[in-house]
C-alpha cells in the first residue's frame, strides 16, 4: 500500500510540474504575441499619424493662401485692385532694373589691366573694339576715353578727364533711370491703404447713421475693410521697399566701379606716347 501511494504522490507530483511548466510556456508565449500585437499596434498607429499629417499640412498651406485671398477680397474690389496694379507695375521696375545692372556688371580691374596692356602697346583702335564689344558703364566711360586719346585734336590729358567726367554722369543717369517710378509705388502704396482705410470709416459711419445704432455688429464691416486695405498697403510698400534698396546697393556698386576705372584711364592714358601732356 506504502508503495502504491508513494507512486501515485510521484505520478501526481509529476503532472503538477508538467502542468506548471506548460502553463508558464504559454503565458510567454501569450506575453509574446501580446507584444508582437502591442508594436504592430503602435506601428499601424504611427503610419496612419504620418498618412494623416502629410493632408493635415497641405491643407494648413492651403488654408493660409485661401485666407490671403479672402482678406483681399473682403477688402473691396476698387481698392484692392489699385493696391495690386501698385504691386505688379514696382516688382515690373524692380524686375527691369536688377537684370540692367546684374547684365552692367564687369570684372573692373581684369578689364582696366587688359586694356592697360593694349594702351601701352599702342592698340588704340583694339582697345576702342574691345570697350565697344563689353557691356556696362565702365567700358562705355573707357570708349570715351580711348576715342579721345585716338584722336589729334582731343587727346590732351584735360580733355579726356572732362569727358571721362561726363560720360560717367551720363551713365550715371542711366543707371539710376525708373528708380523714380520704383519710389512713387512704394509711396502710392500705403496712401491708397491709408485712402481705404478713411472710406472703410466713413462707411461704418453710414451704417451706423442708417441703423441708428452703435452696435459692433453695424462698425465691423467698414472697420473690417478699411484695416485690410492698411494691412495689404503696407505690404506692398516693404515688398518695393527691399527691392528698392537691392537696387541702390547694386547702382554704388556700379558707381564706385566707374570711379576706378576712370583713375586708371587717366593714368594709362598719361602713360601713352600719343597722349599731349
Do not use: H
Not at 525708373?178 to 512704394?186: K, R
Amino acid at each position: 500500500m506504502k508503495k502504491l501511494f508513494a507512486i501515485i504522490a510521484m505520478v501526481a507530483v509529476c503532472s503538477f510540474g508538467a502542468t506548471s511548466v506548460v502553463m508558464a510556456q504559454e503565458d510567454e508565449v501569450a506575453t509574446e504575441v501580446a507584444t508582437v500585437d502591442s508594436v504592430a499596434e503602435d506601428s499601424t498607429a504611427a503610419v496612419e499619424e504620418a498618412v494623416e499629417a502629410a493632408p493635415i499640412v497641405e491643407e494648413e498651406s492651403e488654408g493660409v493662401f485661401k485666407n490671403l485671398k479672402t482678406k483681399f477680397i473682403e477688402g473691396g474690389a476698387g481698392f484692392m485692385s489699385l493696391v495690386a496694379i501698385a504691386l505688379v507695375l514696382g516688382l515690373a521696375f524692380c524686375i527691369e532694373r536688377v537684370v540692367y545692372l546684374t547684365l552692367a556688371q564687369i570684372n573692373t580691374r581684369k578689364f582696366c589691366k587688359e586694356l592697360a596692356d593694349l594702351v601701352a602697346k599702342g592698340k588704340i583702335a583694339e582697345a576702342i573694339e574691345k570697350c565697344k564689344g563689353t557691356r556696362g558703364p565702365v567700358a562705355q566711360v573707357s570708349r570715351k576715353a580711348m576715342e579721345c586719346l585716338d584722336s589729334n585734336d582731343r587727346n590732351d590729358i584735360g580733355t579726356i578727364e572732362r569727358t571721362i567726367n561726363m560720360e560717367a554722369e551720363v551713365q550715371g543717369t542711366y543707371l539710376e533711370e525708373n528708380c523714380s517710378w520704383i519710389t512713387l509705388f512704394i509711396a502710392m502704396a500705403p496712401s491708397l491703404g491709408f485712402l481705404g482705410t478713411v472710406i472703410g470709416m466713413v462707411m461704418a459711419f453710414d451704417d451706423i447713421q442708417r441703423a441708428g445704432d452703435i452696435s459692433p455688429t453695424v462698425v465691423a464691416g467698414g472697420m473690417k475693410v478699411a484695416l485690410i486695405t492698411t494691412i495689404f498697403g503696407i505690404i506692398v510698400a516693404l515688398v518695393l521697399q527691399v527691392f528698392y534698396n537691392y537696387i541702390l546697393s547694386k547702382i554704388e556698386a556700379l558707381t564706385s566701379n566707374m570711379e576706378e576705372a576712370a583713375q586708371e584711364l587717366l593714368v594709362m592714358c598719361v602713360k601713352s606716347d600719343k597722349c599731349k601732356k
